[in-house]
Every structure is written in C-alpha cells, then in structure tokens.
C-alpha cells in the first residue's frame, strides 16, 4: 500500500528534448556558460561542500571560465535561474500525465513534487501546479539528487513512511537509486537507450514507458484496497 507519490519534474513529467527546445535560445546565446554549467552540476552532486549551493556553484563555475566568483554568480543568476526558466513557457507535458495525477488523488494519494531546480513555475507552465499538495526544489536543501537529504525532506512534507511512498522519475542513477536509498519505492520510466538499471537487478519497483501504463499498475498494484472507492 502506498499513500503518496512524489514526482521528479524534468524528463519525468514531460519529454527532455522539449527541455532542449526550449534552452536553445539560452545555449545560444551564452553556449559556455550554459555548458560549463552542466559540468559543475555534475561535479556538484559528487563532491562534499559546506559552502551554500549557489556560492559552491559560482565558485567552480568561475574556475572553469577563468572569471572571478563575483561576475559568475551573476552570469548564472542572469542566464540560468531568470532567462532559462522563463524559457520553460513552451514546455507540455507527456500524454496522459494529468489524467494519472488526477485519478492518484481520487484515490486519495498524496502528490509531491521534487525538482533539482526552481520548481514552481515549471509545474504552472505544465498546468498541473493545482494537482501538487506540495512541490520542492532539492536546491533549497542545498544538495542535489541523489543526495538523501532532499529526499528526507520530501518524505517529511508527506509525513508517511519512506516506503509508503513512491517516487516516478527518468534518471536511473539520481531518482531510482537516490530515492530507494532513501526507503521509498520507486517507478522508472526509462529511457530508451539506458544503459544502467535494466535487467534482474534493477531496484526499480516498476518500469513503465507510459503514464497511462504507470497509472494502471499504482492503483493495480499499490493501491488495490482503496481503488474502488471513487
Ligand atoms: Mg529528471
């Protein structure tokens, strides 16, 4: 039996190449920001730091474009947290998403959702912000996925057991395995050419491929007692 389920945003809730899309303008007109950025993210969820995300960030990212701490804190805030999130307008989610959500919460799941970046405005533009009960962003905990910390937190907002819960998302090594080390159950929609995560020894609960797919098998399989109720 699961009582709530937490939603990764990106690639989860609609397709990554719409993601690409839409960055383009942002990747063109300041391409090594925006791939010296991708890098330090990557960096970010291996090393350990004290510092808060944002400085941490700013720091290795001024390494990498030889500029001081100072100008790069200020081309990312520009760039990546006010352009490129504006940029998210044209994003739609993948077929079937709303209809999944909505049967969920008939079934009387709790909905969350945990994005590794400002959130809010991404699910209003998906038009499913009225679905969330509540919605983080893993920057305000100051680590990324698959860091645990995030992940306590969102389990905290449910207020249920870890494994009362199950956690959707596209990223084998930072939703699945971040998620699970955290004690939720987990759903993977998987990508078409993953590499990792697939065969016996996935950790994955469920793999699906579509939401209808992922809606039938929450309420067949974790949800079976109460999905008669309407
Ligand atoms: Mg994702």
């Not at 190449?17 to 383009?24: D, T, V």
């Not at 400085?55 to 001024?62: F, N, R, T």
């Not at 049967?103 to 959702?113: D, E, H, M, S, V």
Request: glycine share 6%; charged share 25%; proline share 5%.
């Amino acid at each position: 039996m699961i009582k709530a389920v937490g939603f990764d945003v990106d690639g989860t809730l609609y397709p990554n190449y719409q993601m690409f899309l839409c960055s383009l303008p942002s990747l063109l007109s300041a391409p090594r920001l925006m791939y010296y950025f991708g890098q330090v993210r990557k960096d970010m969820r291996q090393i350990e730091y004290d510092e808060p995300l944002h400085e941490k960030q700013a720091q290795l990212l001024s390494n990498k474009l030889g500029i001081s701490e100072e100008h790069a804190r200020d081309r990312m805030e520009r760039h990546l947290y006010h352009r490129w999130e504006h940029s998210f307008r044209c994003i739609s989610p993948f077929r079937q998403v709303r209809e999944t959500l909505l049967a969920l919460k008939r079934n009387g799941i709790i909905l969350g959702a945990l994005s590794d970046f400002p959130i809010k405005n991404k699910l209003k533009f998906l038009n499913l912000d009225d679905l969330f009960d509540f919605s983080l962003s893993s920057e305000d905990t100051g680590y990324l996925k698959p860091n645990p910390i995030p992940f306590q937190q969102m389990i905290r907002e449910f207020g249920t057991d870890p494994d009362e819960i199950l956690y959707v998302g596209n990223s084998y090594k930072y939703d699945v395995l971040g998620a699970a080390a955290a004690g939720m159950r987990t759903a993977w929609l998987k990508p078409l050419f993953a590499t990792q995560g697939s065969g016996s020894h996935t950790q994955a609960d469920i793999i699906f491929s579509s939401f209808s797919e992922l809606r039938s098998r929450i309420l067949n399989e974790f949800v079976q007692s109460s999905s008669t109720q309407k």
